[in-house]
């Protein structure tokens, strides 16, 4: 069954430095998502992508993180200068019409 | 405000038994529910969806209950087995718009089933 995928699945990054979360949709879907789940908590929408552009947004999505569907196959996210409070774990999901989201295992984000 | 919120945080059952996993909505204006789980360093496992047109919808060993009118979902697990212990999460996503797929999740009930 196909996957979304996700790398890395752990990344330790250094306050103030730029990380790039990296993600493989299934192949067919048109519609991405970035969420984030911080420990403990419930899963939070942060950006939905559709048609090389964003859809939506959240609040958490400030003007330091960006996302990317550089090739046919690859959806970055960006986040220009980290902080202490990004520190959590990022899911990427994707979808084709009328169908539900299928989420990647995540990758978790350690700031120090 | 949009929420999505869950009655029960913790749920422990024994094996064989059935479960039920309440979620409560705010937002009416969502048209589409979906249950999933989550186990331990896992991203969310699509169990079962239903949509506002329907109430019910059943798949293997699960059923999603949806009552449109109190604005409350239910996931019921049958013949429960420890392989069904995880985190389950409700989410709602609205109808269309820029909103479209936009999931807003719940707080997640912890559900521990002993052999």
């Known amino acids: 069954e196909p996957e979304v995928t996700q790398t890395p699945s752990h990344q330790v990054t250094q306050m103030g430095q730029e990380v790039i979360l990296r993600c493989v949709p299934i192949s067919n879907h048109l519609y991405f998502y970035w969420y984030r789940q911080i420990l403990g908590q419930k899963v939070e929408f942060l950006v939905s992508f559709y048609n090389n552009e964003i859809s939506e947004k959240s609040e958490i999505f400030d003007d330091q993180f960006s996302v990317e569907r550089p090739d046919g196959s690859n959806f970055t996210l960006k986040i220009r200068s980290t902080k202490l409070e990004d520190s959590a774990m990022y899911f990427c999901?994707?979808?084709?019409?009328?169908?539900?989201?299928?989420f990647g295992d995540g990758t978790r984000l350690s700031i120090l | 405000g949009e929420s999505v919120g869950l009655h029960l945080p913790t749920l422990s059952v024994q094996e064989g038994d059935n479960s039920i996993i309440n979620c409560a909505y705010s937002?009416?204006?969502?048209?589409?529910f979906i249950w999933y789980k989550q186990e331990s360093g896992k991203g969310p496992q699509f169990i079962i969806d239903?949509?506002?047109?329907?109430d019910k919808r059943q798949g293997q060993r699960v059923t999603v209950l949806l009552n449109k009118t109190v604005k409350h979902l239910s996931l019921q697990i049958a013949a429960t087995q420890p392989g069904d212990s995880a985190v389950y999460f409700c989410?709602?996503?609205?109808?269309?718009?820029?909103?479209?797929?936009?999931?807003?999740f719940g707080q997640g009930t912890i559900l521990t089933v002993h052999p």
């Open positions: 989410a709602e996503q609205p109808s269309g718009g820029t909103s479209y797929g936009k999931l807003t």
């Open positions: 937002n009416s204006a969502s048209d589409y």
């Open positions: 239903i949509r506002s047109n329907m």
């Open positions: 999901a994707s979808h084709s019409d009328h169908q539900p989201q299928h």
